[in-house]
């Protein structure tokens, strides 16, 4: 409980206009911003544009937090954070049309609602794009990182993806890492 009273504290200072309460929470919440940017791929981006977006939602959390609320501010920073890096992604997949962005499960045969609003073409389309991108996926990573990405995909968490594989989390990491950037590439590649 120490440090989310310190963060009050420093928070109620940022926000009478205080500078130097707002840069230590800036640094204070850094390291985290971080490690929640390098869940996301962003098509066409770094990790670094996403902890940007992290960066500007936590400073969006200094000034907008009010402890009346009865959340703690990292717990409110968090939710802010979270959402602004969403966001950057989802503004990335509007004006990407990259089938890694794609919205609907990679084993999904009923291929989500946008299958149905249209025509058979349309489906068919949309069922060969979702083969291709599996294939793709299978040709460019690992067997141990492919079956991480499904899972990652699939909504897993690190903790569930461990038991599944038997893996640390270190591990889950570094295959997740290793697939972002081998798909980077591979989709760099391709829109070029």
């Not at 230590?24 to 940007?52: C, K, P, S, W």
């Not at 149905?116 to 996926?137: K, N, T, V, W, Y």
């Amino acid at each position: 409980m120490q440090d989310s009273e310190r963060d009050e504290a420093l928070v109620e200072r940022a926000q009478r206009g205080d500078a130097e309460a707002t840069e230590q929470l800036l640094r204070r919440y850094a390291g985290t911003v971080r490690a929640h940017a390098r869940r996301f791929f962003l098509a066409g981006g770094e990790t670094d544009d996403l902890v940007q977006e992290g960066m500007i939602g936590l400073y969006a959390a200094v000034r907008e937090y009010r402890p009346e609320e009865g959340k703690s501010f990292k717990n409110f920073a968090y939710l802010l954070v979270r959402r602004h890096i969403l966001d950057a992604v989802k503004r990335s997949a509007r004006r990407k049309n990259v089938p890694l962005n794609e919205s609907v499960s990679l084993f999904d045969p009923t291929l989500g609602d946008r299958a149905e609003e249209g025509s058979p073409e349309d489906m068919i389309l949309e069922s060969e794009a979702q083969r291709e991108f599996r294939r793709r996926l299978m040709k460019e990573l690992s067997d141990f990182e492919f079956r991480v990405v499904i899972m990652y995909l699939e909504g897993m968490s690190y903790a569930e993806i461990c038991e599944a594989t038997g893996k640390g989390v270190k591990s889950i990491d570094n295959a997740l890492s290793r697939a972002k950037r081998k798909l980077q590439t591979v989709y760099r590649g391709d829109a070029r």
